[in-house]
């Protein structure tokens, strides 16, 4: 894959991420194009990752095997319609990371059938440790999942779903999922400093349990359940504290907090197509 060629519209972070995370992976630079309207933007991008940058979208298509849709939902439908008259005429297989926006949108927007993955990623692709959904439509070949998961590799864990509504799912979970890990951090921090830690020992207490939890949960053949019960000694703290997690209905306001934002996320790809 390192010479395949990459058109990405739009040099935005999550762009940026997945452009670090292939140069990282020794794709050429060479093979790599951004469209973007941001002149500072794209010295910026030549500058640090040595891709072609420009606000010229017919010249970054030329040749692109695959197409990155990497804009706003909001601007997407404009952006899709430009896009429209100039792709290649073989038809490259697009991505788009932009959230909400569905299959049916897109093809409608480019005004023509190609193969197309949807991937919604999460913050921490950011810096290349990413929980990344995928879903492809029937246009997509086995080639081109195939293609498509090695580039989003590059930002992190990629995981296939069989139904473009379990994007929603998705999204709900691992989308929204770092607020919800980093609300967990923010509320242990400032428990912490209420027990008298000083908060920059509070802070990277649990910065550090949280990172090695999941490392943990990560390399162990255990799932989380059975890695809990191990470390919740009968009446010690931590039973005494899982008891008041779970007084307070835990469990169920986790449950309940991501059907909401799935809920939003069905109510939000209504809203853009």
Request: hydrophobic residues 45%; aromatic residues 4%; proline residues 4%.
């Amino acid at each position: 894959m390192s010479n395949t060629s990459l058109t990405f519209i739009g040099g935005g972070n999550m762009a940026r991420s997945l452009i670090a995370g292939l140069i990282a992976d020794d794709h050429e630079p060479a093979a790599i194009r951004v469209v973007e309207p941001d002149a500072a933007k794209c010295e910026q991008l030549r500058r640090h990752f040595g891709v072609t940058a420009s606000a010229d979208t017919q010249a970054m298509l030329q040749g692109a095997r695959v197409v990155v849709l990497s804009v706003k939902p909001q601007v997407a439908a404009g952006v899709c319609r430009a896009l429209a008259p100039l792709l290649p005429a073989s038809a490259p297989l697009v991505i788009s990371v932009m959230a909400g926006v569905t299959n049916v949108s897109i093809q409608h927007w480019l005004g023509r059938s190609v193969p197309l993955v949807r991937a919604m990623p999460n913050t921490p692709a950011l810096v290349q440790s990413g929980a990344i959904g995928l879903y492809a439509n029937a246009q997509a070949s086995e080639e081109e999942r195939n293609l498509a998961e090695e580039i989003l590799r590059a930002a992190g864990l990629t995981q296939w779903v069989e139904s473009e509504a379990d994007i929603d799912a998705v999204t709900a979970l691992s989308g929204s999922g770092p607020a919800y890990f980093l609300l967990l951090m923010e509320a242990m921090e400032q428990a912490g400093i209420r027990q008298g830690l000083d908060a920059e020992t509070a802070r990277l207490l649990t910065i550090q349990t949280a990172l090695g939890s999941a490392r943990l949960a990560m390399e162990s053949d255990e799932s989380p359940a059975e890695l809990r019960a191990r470390v919740t000694s009968p009446g010690g703290t931590t039973e005494r504290a899982i008891a008041c997690f779970d007084e307070g209905g835990f469990s169920g306001l986790v449950d309940q907090a991501i059907a909401a934002a799935r809920a939003r996320a069905a109510e939000l790809s209504a809203e853009l197509s």
